[in-house]
């Protein structure tokens, strides 16, 4: 299923607003669609709500890596990581429709974890717990440190990955 497709990262910049509006939007599509809201109504909501988020990783990450990724020269997602003295905890990963599922995700985790190999440090992840991402995680050898309820926080390390 992988296609090979050029990865790039950049930071994010102002004009990136309304693409990365567009993503957070598509990662909601799917929950929205049951809803029986009016397109108006999804549209007030998604704003909010991507306004909440972006304003919660502002300060709470604040000094963090906040990437757009580029495939092909396209952006194609985005990459939230904050690196901290113990620990590489990856805030957000995400990949408009047309990328998923073509080994990008892996690809992009897979130098975080190389990162975090090097260093010696965990890298973190928090998930849904519905979220299909979630197999993809485990297959990389993240285990669950924490249940949150929805969420789990799932932890990448070379402890893990010695006893494996």
């Known amino acids: 299923m992988t296609q090979h497709v050029t ?4 930071p994010v ?3 990136d607003q309304p693409f990365l509006y567009e993503l957070y939007a598509s990662t909601r599509a799917e929950e929205l669609a049951v809803t029986g809201w ?4 999804k549209a007030a909501f998604l ?9 919660h990783y502002r300060t709470y990450y604040a000094g963090s890596e906040f990437s757009i990724i580029e495939a ?16 590489i905890r990856i805030v957000d990963i995400a990949l408009v429709p047309q990328f998923r599922n073509r080994g990008i995700g892996t690809q992009l ?9 090097e260093s010696g440090k965990p890298v973190t992840i928090h998930v849904e717990t519905f979220n299909p991402a979630l197999r993809l995680y485990q297959r990389l050898g993240f285990r669950a440190k924490e249940d949150k309820g929805v969420y789990l926080l799932l932890e990448w390390s070379l402890d893990h990955q010695a006893g494996s």
């Open 109 to 117: 985790i897979g130098e975080v974890l190389a990162e975090g190999r």
């Open 72 to 87: 092909d020269g396209v952006p194609a997602g985005r990459l939230y990581v904050a690196r901290w003295a113990n620990e």
């Open 47 to 55: 704003r909010m709500q991507f306004d909440a988020q972006t304003a």
């Open 13 to 15: 910049e102002e004009a």
């Open 38 to 41: 009016s397109p108006e109504q």
């Open 7 to 10: 990865i790039h990262r950049r």
